[in-house]
């Protein structure tokens, strides 16, 4: 038997190049996998390339800001399966830091956290078994200049994880949180070679991190080898934080 065999597993803020190899890592493996994003058209071409490759595969358009209707979702995913198992909180909001965009940042990538495990974790306590991996930031450990909202909100992020840690461990739930660093993404795609140069020069494994790097740190934590580790921020980083 597959490590992820009729998992269910639900992906939030799924339309991005982290999720994409995520989905691919969880389906190979067996799984299940629900794609929650409020794209609509990026999430159904993903769904679409991953279908093509016999991945089992379901997007559902959602705004994860809205608690009611993730409520909803939830339990209409229960309803059909009578199983969650996996929550990867995968949703990015980056923004500068001013009013309107403070508040949007706290919406989505820190109320949308805390409402997808609202919604989720009663059925984990179900079956008395779940996997909730929550995305932060180095950023969110760390700070920076001129990032005031982001860096709040991630370390917000790793405050949510270690709460949720302390109520649901005993459940056989564990919370953990991933802190990726420099990814191959369209942000790092966006700056000079100099520039990438320059970061890659920073960090003691000399390279850009992948997707699949942080899709296999989703995988290992969600797996039965990860049983008690709970509560913990891995970096996956190339060394960056040292």
């Given amino acids: 038997m597959r490590k992820s065999e009729n998992k269910i597993v639900i992906i939030s803020g799924g339309a991005d190049a982290i999720a994409t190899a995520s989905i691919h890592k969880f389906c190979a493996s067996g799984a299940k996998v629900i794609l929650w994003d409020t794209d609509e058209q990026k999430g159904k071409i993903i769904v679409a390339g991953l279908k093509a490759q016999k ?3 379901d997007f559902q358009q959602i705004d994860i800001t809205n608690l009611g209707e993730i409520e909803k979702k939830a339990k209409e995913i229960y309803e059909k399966y ?7 909180n995968n949703a990015v909001c980056t923004s500068e830091a001013i ?38 930031a180095l950023l969110g450990l760390y700070g920076d ?7 709040a909100v991630k370390n917000g992020v790793i405050g949510i994880s270690k709460i949720w840690t302390l109520e649901l461990s005993k459940y ?6 991933i802190a990726p660093g420099y990814i ?15 970061i890659k020069d920073k960090i003691p494994a000399k390279k850009i ?12 934590l969600a797996s039965d ?10 970096n996956v980083d190339g060394g960056y934080s040292v």
């Fill in 55 to 57: 991945l089992t595969v």
């Fill in 82 to 88: 009578k199983r969650i198992d996996i929550l990867i």
């Fill in 99 to 136: 009013d309107s965009d403070w508040q949007k940042m706290i919406e989505k990538s820190l109320n949308g956290v805390m409402n997808c495990i609202k919604a989720v974790s009663p059925y984990m306590l179900l079956n008395s078994f779940g996997r909730i991996l929550n995305t932060t």
């Fill in 145 to 151: 200049i001129n990032q005031t909202n982001y860096s």
């Fill in 172 to 177: 056989n739930i564990t919370v953990n949180t």
């Fill in 184 to 198: 191959d993404s369209e942000y790092i795609n966006k700056n000079t070679a100099m520039v990438v140069k320059s």
């Fill in 209 to 220: 991190g992948t997707a699949e790097d942080i899709a296999n740190a989703y995988f290992f």
């Fill in 225 to 234: 080898e990860a049983s008690y580790i709970t509560g913990t921020v891995l």
